[in-house]
Every structure is written in structure tokens, then in C-alpha cells.
């Protein structure tokens, strides 16, 4: 990576389409936001002015994706994009097999049906929202392992996203090997706020899960991300391309969940990648069941060209280093300003810390889902709340999961955002900080069976 040439984190491309932007007035933002049951996920994308609600299939493309595009071959069976797919995946990524799926959710539903039977544990780093609901629906429990140091947001750890080995032994013991079809790992973590997992800590897990014969699934997500960060921050890896460091991570796995709409820079697509043959024959089974034929399970050939150059594009050196500049300068801003924030800065947002941010309001009152309310009220940003909300229900005792961390996510799709959009969205976070002792929670007044975080309804408390 030479920096030298370039100032900062500066993007290597130029902007050659745009999509116009418009903000509403006050009045306007405060009845959109009532008609969205105060929920950022129900406001119309017309009514938001800078939208960091994602990072997930909001991505620009590039001119080689698009141009990608116009190959597609929209063949019913056996399109030339699905090979280009399956050899990317192969060259990049190290997995023999390859079945692709709409999205990621979409490989975490076959995964979680073909492996996991009812009664079984499913230890991971963190849970994540459709990953632990697919392994609940399909009968298994998530177990967290993750280190301790994720659950605390002004925790400096580099590598927050490691899994504690003490806490998978514990659970190994106490419900035995054959009870845990595999172990979830996930790099970069989402929940915890983005934290990476370092290689020495994939390659101990590893050799652990060898020794008792458990498999590990990596949700490769946001992998390059992680990469990017094993590269900066773990010693030995300084001189190695992202390339050759997330072949390395995927070598200590069996098997990859994949969403595209994150690290792949498209707007969908997903995939499942194996080395297990048994595995893999299920899963082609499934998905012409649950997705599309086993060429091109739920997606346009043009997709899955634009998903395969996209991957080509994401290990890019100079691409991934301003990605993670620009969300690092946000950070680094409101840290200057004392907001709270979850640190280290994450990889693909800055997480707010509600808890901190809005000390007098209880977790029942929704702090991070008010909080990310407030934001689009002040000047049209949106967020997501990621918190309370997220964690959703304890199936057993029906009450609220309490996690630890109560956060909002403003989440910065690849490509997108100028500097100067940054400046607009650490200046509307400062001015709701500035009012922050005012503010007042929310109660939920309608609450879906699943996911709830998407389409739950609030009204403001008295
Ligand atoms: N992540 C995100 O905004 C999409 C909406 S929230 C459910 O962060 C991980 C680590 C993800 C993820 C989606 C999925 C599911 C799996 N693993 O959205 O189905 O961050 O493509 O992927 C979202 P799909």
C-alpha cells in the first residue's frame, strides 16, 4: 500500500453518476417520522436526506461492475456468470463448491436447515439478527463466546470479534461435541461494532474444533473488512496483500455464508461456499427448492457477473483503505467532540452508544431507537438502532433479551458518501447531543413475531 502520492484516506475514484438528494423541512421530517411508527426502517428513502441506515446493498458499482452487467447471461441453466461467480469464489475465497442464494440470509436458511437438528447448540462470536433466527427456527440455540471485552464499548482491544476459547470448552463440556453441528464465526462482527477477529485467534479456534471434530462456517460478510484490519493491526501481516490473508482466514473454515450486498459492492446477492461434498449436495437440493436452480439460486446472471467482479474489486488495496478511512475519519471526529462511541472504530460504521449518550433514559424506554428518531428529526439522517430492539425476544421466557450493548449504527455504504456528507452527519449527531437531556424514550406499540427491529412501531412517552 503506498500511501505517499495521496492525501489521507482519499478515494480512489472519481464520481461519474449522481442521484440527487433533497432535505425536508422540520415540519415535513417530524410527520414522516410519526407516519414511520418512529422506526427508521419504515421511512420512505425520499424523505431521508444522508442515509446511513446500511452498508448492505446500497453500494455504488463501479463502471467495470456495470459494464459486467450488460454480459449478463440470463440463461434459465448454466450461465457463464455463474461459472465466473464459481471461479471467483474459488480463487478468492478457497471454498471447492459454491451454491449461490439471493442474499445472505437466503445461505444461512439452507446452512442452518441441512446442518443443525433440533436440540442442538450453535456457539458463534456474537449473535447476529437473521443468522441466530434461522439457527432458532431450525431448532438449535445460539450460545455467544465471544471474548467479554465485545460487550463493553470503550474497551480498546484490537480484536474485539475473537472468540474466548474458555467460554466454547465450557459449553463443549458441558453439552458435549456431537451437539454442535459447527461454530459460527463471523469477521468483521457486526453487533459488537464492527471488531475484527485476528488470525492467531482463528488459527487457536481452529486447531480447538479440529481436536473435537466441530466445524467452523465463517459469515464471510464483511471478511475483507477483517482483513484490512489484520493487516494493520496484527504483527506479521503488515507486507501481506488482503488477498492472501483472507484465503488465509477462509482456510481455517469449512464452509462460508456469504451476504454480497456488503464487501462485494452490489446491490444483491449471496452466496453458500463448502468443502464438504455430503454438505454441498444437500444444499444444491435445497436451494432449487427455496431460491432458484443450483446456477443461479435467486439471481440474475447480471448479478452474480456484477457479485464476481465485485469481488475482484473489493480485496483492492486502495479501495479498502480509504472504505475504512472514511468511516474512521467520521469516528475520529465525534470522538474529538466527546460523543460516546463504540471504539475501536469499527470497519463498516460508527456505532453511537446510547446508553452514554442518553444516561437518564432506562433500556425500556428504547434509548438507541429514540436516539436514532432524534438523528433523522434534526436534519434527515438515518441510522439504525441497534440494541434492545435488535436483540429481540428470549423464546423461552418471552421476555426482552437485555444486551449489553445499546447502540446506533451509522452504517457508511461503499462508494457513496462524499466528505463533506460526513462533516453534515458528525454535525447533526453533535447539535442532538446538545440537547440530549431533553429528549424523552418511546414505548412500542406494535411488535412483529420476527426481527422486530424492521417493522416494529413506537410513539413517544409523556
Ligand atoms: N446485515 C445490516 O444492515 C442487513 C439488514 S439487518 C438484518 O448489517 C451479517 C454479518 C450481516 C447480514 C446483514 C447478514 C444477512 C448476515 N450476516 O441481509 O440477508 O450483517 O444479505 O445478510 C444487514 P442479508
Same mark, same amino acid.
Given at each position: ?48 436526506? %444522508?442515509?446511513? +441506515?446500511?452498508?448492505?446493498? /446500497?453500494?455504488? !458499482?463501479?463502471?467495470? *461492475?456495470?459494464?459486467? =452487467? ?109 451437539? %454442535?453441528?459447527? +461454530?459460527?464465526?463471523?469477521? /468483521?462482527?457486526? !453487533?459488537?461494532?464492527? *471488531?475484527?477477529?485476528? =488470525? ?263
Amino acid at each position: 500500500m503506498d500511501q505517499s502520492p495521496r492525501r489521507s484516506w482519499a478515494e480512489p475514484f472519481k464520481i461519474k453518476m449522481v442521484e440527487p438528494l433533497k432535505m425536508l423541512t422540520q415540519e415535513e421530517r417530524k410527520r414522516a417520522l410519526t407516519g414511520a411508527g418512529y422506526n427508521t426502517f419504515l421511512l420512505r428513502s425520499e424523505d431521508v436526506y %444522508i442515509d446511513l +441506515l446500511t452498508d448492505s446493498g /446500497t453500494n455504488a !458499482m463501479s463502471d467495470w *461492475q456495470w459494464a459486467g =452487467m450488460m454480459l449478463g447471461d440470463e440463461a434459465y441453466a448454466g450461465s457463464r456468470n455463474y461459472y465466473n461467480l464459481e471461479e471467483a469464489v474459488a480463487r478468492y475465497y478457497g471454498y471447492k463448491y459454491l451454491v449461490p442464494t439471493h442474499q445472505g440470509r437466503g445461505a444461512e436458511h439452507l446452512l442452518s436447515r441441512i446442518l443443525i437438528k433440533p436440540g442442538t447448540y450453535v456457539p458463534g462470536n456474537m449473535y447476529f439478527t437473521t443468522t441466530r433466527l434461522h439457527q432458532e427456527l431450525a431448532g438449535g440455540t445460539f450460545v455467544d463466546v465471544i471474548v467479554d471485552e465485545a460487550h463493553d464499548p470503550a474497551n480498546l482491544n484490537p480484536f474485539k470479534g475473537n472468540v474466548d476459547l474458555n467460554k466454547l470448552e465450557t459449553l463443549v463440556k458441558k453439552v458435549g461435541a456431537d451437539k %454442535i453441528p459447527y +461454530l459460527s464465526v463471523a469477521a /468483521t462482527v457486526n !453487533m459488537a461494532g464492527g *471488531q475484527p477477529i485476528s =488470525m492467531a485467534n482463528l488459527k487457536e479456534v481452529r486447531k480447538y474444533c479440529r481436536s473435537k471434530g466441530i466445524r467452523m462456517v465463517l459469515d464471510a460478510t464483511r471478511a475483507v473488512e477483517n482483513a484490512y484490519f489484520i493487516k494493520v493491526r496484527e504483527k506479521g501481516y503488515a507486507n501481506v496483500s488482503l488477498a492472501k490473508i483472507l484465503r488465509e482466514m477462509c482456510s481455517y473454515t469449512d464452509a462460508a455464508t456469504m451476504s454480497g450486498k456488503k464487501d462485494l459492492l452490489v446491490n444483491i446477492g449471496g452466496f453458500l461456499a463448502l468443502n464438504e461434498k455430503d454438505v454441498f449436495e444437500e444444499a444444491r437440493n435445497m436451494v432449487v427448492v427455496y431460491e432458484g436452480l443450483h446456477t443461479y439460486g435467486g439471481l440474475a446472471g447480471r448479478d452474480m457477473e456484477a457479485m464476481a467482479r465485485g469481488i475482484v474489486e473489493a480485496v483492492s488495496e486502495d479501495h479498502m483503505r480509504a472504505r475504512i478511512g472514511q468511516v474512521e475519519y467520521v469516528g475520529e471526529k465525534l470522538i474529538k467532540a466527546g460523543i460516546p462511541i463504540v471504539r475501536p472504530i469499527g470497519g463498516h460504521a460508527v456505532f453511537l452508544d446510547a446508553k452514554v449518550f442518553l444516561p437518564h433514559l432506562k433500556q425500556v424506554s428504547f434509548p438507541a431507537q429514540t436516539l436514532a428518531a432524534e438523528l433523522y428529526l434534526e436534519s434527515g439522517l438515518r441510522s439504525m438502532e441497534r440494541g434492545i430492539v435488535s436483540a429481540g425476544r428470549n423464546k423461552e421466557t418471552g421476555d426482552h433479551y437485555y444486551p449489553k450493548l445499546e447502540l446506533v449504527r451509522l452504517t457508511f455504504p461503499r462508494r457513496v458518501y462524499t466528505q463533506a456528507h460526513c462533516d453534515v452527519s458528525v454535525e447533526t449527531v453533535e447539535a442532538v447531543y446538545q440537547r440530549r437531556s431533553k429528549i424523552k424514550g418511546l414505548k412500542m406499540v406494535y411488535e412483529p413475531k420476527y426481527l422486530r427491529f424492521f417493522q416494529a412501531r413506537f410513539e413517544p412517552t409523556r
